[in-house]
């Protein structure tokens, strides 16, 4: 069993940070690459940022400057830090995983349950 949990959204004001963690749990082999996807009410869920396992990173374009994404390997942990948030940021926030629990099986995609980023005065 994978799980990956978030923790870290909330209710911020505009002009505010964040910073969401999700770590990731149980019969892991190896972890090829971390990310963050969003889903707003009433929108398609979409692509905030991603990080590799050799740390290359990948951000929507209209996310770059304002969010930063990182990872400890060693905690299997995925950070992103949001900063000068919007109203428009607000959405469910949820954590992926791509990994792999035995030697020689191939990588799935995991999900964390998600974790909502509100962003209102």
């Known amino acids: 069993q994978v799980q990956l949990v978030e923790s870290g959204g909330g209710l911020v004001q505009p002009g505010g940070s964040l910073r969401l963690s999700c770590a990731a749990s149980g019969s892991i082999f190896s972890i090829y690459a971390m990310g963050w996807y969003r889903q707003a009410p009433g929108k398609q869920r979409e692509l905030v940022a991603a990080?590799?396992?050799?740390?290359?990173?990948n951000y929507a374009d209209s996310l770059k400057g304002r969010f930063t994404i990182s990872r400890d390997t060693a905690k299997n942990t995925v950070y992103l830090q949001m900063n000068s948030l919007k109203p428009e940021d607000t959405a469910v926030y949820y954590c992926t995983a791509a990994l792999s629990v035995g030697v020689g099986t191939h990588p799935n995609d995991y999900w964390g349950q998600g974790t909502q980023v509100t962003v209102s005065s």
């Open positions: 990080i590799t396992s050799d740390g290359s990173t």
